[in-house]
C-alpha cells in the first residue's frame, strides 16, 4: 500500500520541508487533482459530444464541398476569436483578476469584469458588422483553393457564423473570471453544451429541411441538396456559442455587472501587456498559419479540409482530458504562488508544477499510443457510416498516426506555457511559439511536394517537439532548475507500461477484427470497447507492478473521496 504521494514527500529526499509546508502542499495537489478531475470529466463529456458532432456531420455530409464550405465559415470566427480575445486568454485574465479579487475584493472584481466584457461586446459587434460587409473576401482568404461555388456557400455560412463571435467573446471573459475565483463546475461543462447544441441541430433539423431549405426559390443552390442543410449545422454553432456564454452568467449570478466604459483602469492595461505578446503570436497563428494550412490543403483534393478536421478532433479528446484540464487546473494556484516569490512559495511552485508534468506523463503517454493502436477501428466505429466510406477512413487514420506524434510534447507544453503565464511572463511563450510557427511552414512546404496533405501533419507534429523542448528549457533556466522531481523516473516507468499496453494491441487487434468482423455497428463497437479494455488493463496491471507512485496517489486519493461520499 502506497502512502499518498505528495510532491514534497516525493521529491525533497535532501531537504524535507517543515511539516505544516508538507501538510499545505499535500492539501494543493489534492485540490489540483479534484479540479483536474472536474475539468477532466467536462472534457469528456465534451469530446464525446464533439465526436457525435462530427459523426453527424458525417453521416449526412460526409467528404464533400459542403463540408469544406462548413468549415472554412468556422475557422473564421474561431481564428478571429483566437486572435482578439480566445487562445491564452486565461494567462492575462487568471492572474490579474486573481490578483484584484484577493487584494482590493468582490466589488472591485466586478468593476474590472464589467468594464472588460463591456469592451470586448463593443469591439466584436464592430468585427461582426465588417464581417457581414466582406464575406466573400474572407473567405477567399481562408480557402483560396476552393473552387467559387464552395466559396460563394462558405460566404453565405460565415454571415451566420460570424454572429457567434459576440458570444464566444463574452463566455472566455466569464468563464476566466470563474477560473480566477476557482469555480470549475460550469466551466469544465460548456464545452459539452457548444458541442451539443451543435449536434441537437444536426441531428434533429438537417435531414427533415434538406428538400425544405433547397426548394426555397429565393435561395441559389450551388451544391445540391447539402447547401441548404448544412446552413442549419451553422445555426447550431451559433446556438450552442449562446448557450454556453449563458451558463457562465448561471455561475456569476450575484455578481454586480453592468455595461461601463471604464476603460482605463489600471487592471485593463495590465491585462491588455500581458495579452499583447499572445496576441502578436496568434496574429501568426491565426491570420497566416492557419490559412496557410487550409490553403494548402483545400490544394491536395476536395476534402482534405475535413480529413484534417476529422483527426483533429479525435487528437482533442486525450488533450482536453489531460493537459487542458490540468494546465487549467494549476494556473489559479501557480499564479498564487509567483506573486508571494518567498522560499516557501518558489518551492510550491516547483512541486505544483512538477505534480502537473507527472500526472500529464502518465496520461498522455498511453493515451497516445492506445489512440494510435486502435485509430482505424475507432474512425470505423465513429465515422465509417452514410457517405464516409473506407477509402476516407484510411486518410484520416493515416493524418491521425502523424498527428500523434506531436501529442505528448504538445501536453506537455502547455503545462509550460501556463507556468510562464502564471509568473506573468507571456513574452516568453510567444517568442518561442512565433519561431515554432516558422518552423512549421518551412516543413509543410519543404514534405508537400511528397507527402501531400500528410506534409501538414508533419510539420504540426515538428512544431510541438521543437516548442515543448524551448519552453523546458528556458522555463528550468529562469527557475534555477524544477527542483528534484522525479520526471525521469516517472517517464521511463510511463514508457515501460504503455510499451507493453502497445504490443499487446497491435498482437490482439488482428484476430479480433477478424473474429468480430467491422459489418454492423455494435460488432465495431464490440472490438473497440475489447481490445481498448486490454489495453489499458494492461497498462494499470504493469504500471501497478512497476510501482508507479502518481498513478497509486490518483487511486488513492479517488478512493478516499469515494468513502467520504
Not at 506534409?455 to 516548442?467: C, E, G, P, R
Not at 477478424?514 to 504500471?543: M, N, Y
Request: hydrophobic fraction near 55%; glycine fraction near 8%.
Amino acid at each position: 500500500m502506497t502512502a499518498p504521494l505528495a510532491s514534497a514527500e516525493v521529491v525533497q529526499a535532501i531537504a524535507p520541508p517543515p511539516p505544516d509546508l508538507q501538510a499545505a502542499q499535500e492539501a494543493t495537489n489534492a485540490q489540483v487533482a479534484g479540479a483536474s478531475g472536474l475539468l477532466a470529466l467536462g472534457n469528456v463529456a465534451s469530446r464525446v459530444l464533439g465526436l457525435l458532432r462530427e459523426t453527424a456531420l458525417t453521416y449526412f455530409f460526409g467528404a464533400t464541398a459542403a463540408v469544406d464550405a462548413f468549415l472554412v465559415a468556422t475557422i473564421v470566427p474561431k481564428a478571429l476569436y483566437d486572435l482578439l480575445i480566445g487562445g491564452h486568454i486565461n494567462g492575462a485574465i487568471v492572474p490579474v483578476l486573481s490578483e484584484v479579487a484577493s487584494t482590493k475584493g468582490r466589488l472591485e472584481l466586478w468593476r474590472v469584469l464589467s468594464a472588460l466584457a463591456s469592451l470586448v461586446l463593443v469591439a466584436l459587434t464592430g468585427l461582426v458588422l465588417l464581417l457581414q460587409v466582406f464575406a466573400y473576401p474572407v473567405v477567399q482568404v481562408a480557402g483560396g483553393g476552393a473552387d467559387p461555388t464552395t466559396l460563394s456557400l462558405a460566404s453565405e455560412l460565415l454571415r451566420l457564423t460570424s454572429l457567434a463571435l459576440i458570444f464566444l467573446g463574452l463566455f472566455a471573459v466569464f468563464s476566466g473570471a470563474l477560473i480566477a475565483l476557482k469555480r470549475f463546475s460550469l466551466t469544465a461543462f460548456a464545452g459539452a453544451i457548444f458541442n451539443g447544441c451543435i449536434a441537437l441541430a444536426t441531428v434533429a433539423f438537417a435531414p427533415p429541411l434538406m428538400p425544405l431549405l433547397n426548394d426555397d426559390p429565393l435561395r441559389p443552390v450551388v451544391l445540391g441538396r447539402d447547401s441548404g442543410a448544412i446552413a442549419v449545422v451553422a445555426l447550431g454553432w451559433v446556438m450552442g456559442a449562446a448557450v454556453q456564454m449563458g451558463l457562465m452568467l448561471l455561475g456569476l449570478r450575484g455578481a454586480r455587472l453592468r455595461f461601463s466604459l471604464d476603460w482605463r483602469h489600471p487592471a485593463l492595461r495590465h491585462i491588455a501587456l500581458l495579452y499583447a505578446p499572445v496576441m502578436f503570436s496568434l496574429v501568426m497563428d491565426t491570420l497566416i498559419i492557419r490559412p496557410f494550412s487550409y490553403n494548402l490543403a483545400s490544394r491536395t483534393g476536395s476534402g482534405s479540409i475535413a480529413y484534417m478536421n476529422w483527426a483533429t478532433t479525435l487528437i482533442q479528446f486525450p488533450q482536453g482530458l489531460v493537459a487542458t484540464a490540468i494546465s487549467v487546473a494549476i494556473l489559479p494556484t501557480l499564479a498564487g504562488l509567483a506573486a508571494l516569490r518567498d522560499s516557501d512559495a518558489v518551492r510550491g511552485f516547483r512541486d505544483t508544477l512538477g505534480l502537473g508534468l507527472r500526472l500529464t506523463t502518465i496520461l498522455i503517454i498511453p493515451s497516445t499510443l492506445g489512440l494510435a493502436v486502435m485509430a482505424h477501428p475507432i474512425i470505423v466505429l465513429l465515422f465509417q457510416h452514410g457517405a464516409f466510406t473506407a477509402a476516407d477512413t484510411i486518410v484520416t487514420t493515416q493524418a491521425l498516426h502523424l498527428y500523434l506524434i506531436g501529442l505528448p510534447f504538445a501536453a506537455l507544453d502547455l503545462l509550460l506555457v501556463y507556468a510562464f503565464y502564471a509568473r506573468k511572463d507571456t513574452l516568453t511563450p510567444a517568442l518561442i511559439g512565433v519561431f515554432s510557427l516558422g518552423v512549421y511552414m518551412v516543413c509543410a512546404l519543404a514534405l508537400l511536394e511528397r507527402h501531400g496533405l500528410f506534409s501538414l501533419m508533419i510539420a504540426d507534429s515538428v512544431k510541438h517537439i521543437v516548442h515543448a523542448v524551448l519552453s523546458a528549457a528556458w522555463l528550468h533556466r529562469r527557475m534555477g532548475g524544477f527542483g528534484p522531481q522525479r520526471l525521469w523516473l516517472t517517464l521511463t516507468k510511463t514508457l515501460i507500461a504503455t510499451g507493453c499496453m502497445a504490443v499487446l494491441g497491435t498482437l490482439i487487434l488482428p484476430p479480433l477484427t477478424a473474429w468480430l468482423g467491422t459489418d454492423v455497428l455494435w460488432r465495431e463497437a464490440a472490438l473497440v470497447l475489447i481490445c481498448g479494455g486490454a489495453c489499458v488493463t494492461t497498462f494499470f496491471l504493469v504500471a501497478y507492478g512497476l510501482r508507479l507512485e502518481e498513478l497509486h496517489w490518483l487511486m488513492g486519493l479517488l478512493r478516499r473521496r469515494l468513502l467520504r461520499g
